[in-house]
């Protein structure tokens, strides 16, 4: 995986493990934040870069420091991405 996309991954992961751990929903923690709904499905879905002063809404709505949020985000590189536990992709015709 490309560095970029590494790390837009483990915030993904971390964004919504916290969100979910608080038990709110994506539009509820964009409208907290004064994000739009949009952005943040694209932030957690791993497809958006998110910048200091967005993590920093964030864990202000979920009650918990940045530094814990960045700890989360860490923590989610050292691990990796899953591996795959089957094929990806469409299955192939039988010949």
Known sequence: MERNTLLNWAIAEAVREAREAKGLTQSQLAGFAGLSEIYLSELERGSRSASLNVLLLIANVLGIKVSELVC???????NGPPVPSRKQGRPRKAR
């Open 72 to 78: 989360q985000i860490e923590d989610t590189l050292e």
